[in-house]
């Protein structure tokens, strides 16, 4: 680590906080994962993500999982940087180990990692060393659907349909006019799918894969 | 068996004449006045059990919990001091997260017993940490199948099929031996556990990790319970009748 002068140089935050600080933040996103939309339909939540990881605009990996169930009750679709997103996973991993090993017949819903998650990324964008992630979280516990988001700054709020990147733009709009109230299983994966389809024209996505979590089965594909 | 050792027991870096170390047996009386601890490994996995004694009709049951998971694979219960044993809990969590975190696989439970029981020796070396007061049987199941160990005060670790510390552990070792073992599944093993806890006014703690429980260490099944202890009850019966 060398001990250089701060430089009058414009070129980015790096810059403010000295060059040794340069190789410990984040910069730009390498591998990324595009949009992740949600719903909630009556017994619980869907969610749609294709199985993609961009390098670029090269199509790298073609297989990529960008939503893994967290505990019993609760499904995490992120988009961005693959490797920041296999970073939460492993934080989740050992908060659910944790909470598993109490052996008390309570665990951790929905809401409760959705607060974690905020946290994380809010901390880590205060040390200006963002994760570089678009988080959907959502999940059904004691029959009390939830689903939110967290943005890499740390925002976050919950909503009835969410989705992320490129889905925001596309699919939001058509979720905002055609979703209701109690709509069922059948229903919500056609509305899905009209929004796969805009994101496939506009966005490239390849193949998608869609997970749903209600009360009755927990986390299924 | 008390002999008093004058002199040579008032620190654990005095050895007596005759070789031993005095404050280790010490805490080695403080786990055989607790309630009896049994694990036994079956066929299919390891069962263990708790007999905690009610020490007031005020204490909610299901409370002051004896036996503690350390990983998804693998549990600890704790003879002896309570609070020592959650130290050594506490310890053993750890280790077991940052094998993971390095190696990216379940710690394999010799190496867990080994980690612990060599924390449970550092604690005999030097003259300004005391022993623990309590004794330890670890259970677990990985890629070797189930296995179980003892960890003792004085940090000594074995590899066990039967294991019992605490008040009852002759009447306990007794009845283990004249089981066999590698036949039973963990269904059977645990009415044998609850058999050799029985006494008056406790509350039973069983834990197990087998392929019934899909290889994680759990609290054993409220209604499997229940179907042991009337088990139990029974056979108590008999046996009084005799």
Not at chain 2, 5 to 33: H, M, W
Not at chain 2, 133 to 151: A, E, H, K
Not at chain 2, 209 to 227: G, T
Request: aromatic content about 8%; proline content about 3%.
């Amino acid at each position: 680590m060398a001990t250089t002068m701060v430089k009058e140089n414009n070129s980015g935050p790096a810059q403010l906080l000295g060059p040794e600080s340069a190789f410990e933040r984040t910069l730009y996103p390498y591998v990324t994962g595009t949009s992740v939309v949600a719903l909630k339909y009556k017994d619980g939540i869907l969610m749609a993500a294709d199985m993609a990881a961009s390098y670029g605009s090269t199509l790298r990996y073609k297989s990529v999982e960008r939503m893994k169930s967290i505990g019993k009750h609760s499904l995490l679709g992120a988009s961005g940087e693959i490797s920041d997103f296999q970073e939460i996973l492993r934080y989740l991993d050992e908060l659910i180990l944790y909470d598993n090993m109490w052996d008390d017949g309570n665990s951790l819903g929905p809401k409760e990692v959705h607060s974690y998650l905020t946290r994380v990324m809010y901390n880590r964008r205060n040390k200006f060393n963002p994760l570089w992630n678009s988080l959907v979280l959502g999940g059904v516990k004691n029959g009390q659907k939830y689903l939110g988001m967290v943005s890499m700054i740390g925002v976050n709020f919950e909503d009835n349909h969410v989705a992320t990147g490129f889905g925001n733009h596309l699919a939001r709009p058509i979720l905002r006019d055609e979703w209701h109230e109690n709509l069922s299983f059948e229903d919500g994966v056609k509305l899905l799918e009209k929004c796969m389809r805009v994101l496939l024209y506009r966005d490239r996505l390849l193949w998608f894969e869609l997970n749903s979590i209600d009360s009755v089965n927990g986390p299924l594909v | 068996m008390s002999s008093i050792g004058t002199g040579y027991d008032l620190s654990v870096t005095t050895f007596s004449p005759d070789g031993r170390v005095f404050q280790i047996e010490y805490a080695a009386k403080a786990v055989d006045n607790s309630g009896t601890v049994i694990g036994i490994k079956c066929r299919d996995g390891i069962v263990m059990g708790v007999e905690k004694l009610i020490a007031s009709k005020m204490m909610l049951p299901g409370s002051n919990r004896r036996i503690h998971s350390v990983h998804r694979h693998s549990g600890m219960a704790v003879a002896g001091l309570a609070a020592d044993g959650r130290q050594i809990v506490a310890r053993a969590k750890s280790e077991a997260t940052n094998y993971e975190s390095v190696y990216g696989e379940a710690i394999p439970v010799k190496e867990l017993a080994e980690r612990v029981a060599s924390y449970v020796h550092l604690c005999t070396l030097y003259w300004w940490l005391r022993p623990f007061g309590c004794g330890v049987i670890l259970g677990g199941y990985d890629r070797d199948g189930p296995q179980l160990y003892m960890i003792e005060p004085s940090g000594i670790s074995y590899r066990y099929f039967g294991a019992a510390i605490g008040k009852g552990k002759q009447a306990a070792k007794t009845e283990i031996e004249k089981l066999k073992l590698s036949e039973m599944t963990c269904r059977e093993g645990i009415y044998k556990v609850h058999d050799e806890a029985k006494d008056k006014a406790f509350e039973l703690e069983m834990s197990w990790v087998c392929d019934e429980s899909k290889r994680l260490h759990q609290k054993v099944p409220d209604e499997l319970l229940e179907e042991a202890r009337s088990a139990a009850r029974t056979a108590l019966e008999e046996m009084d009748a005799d």
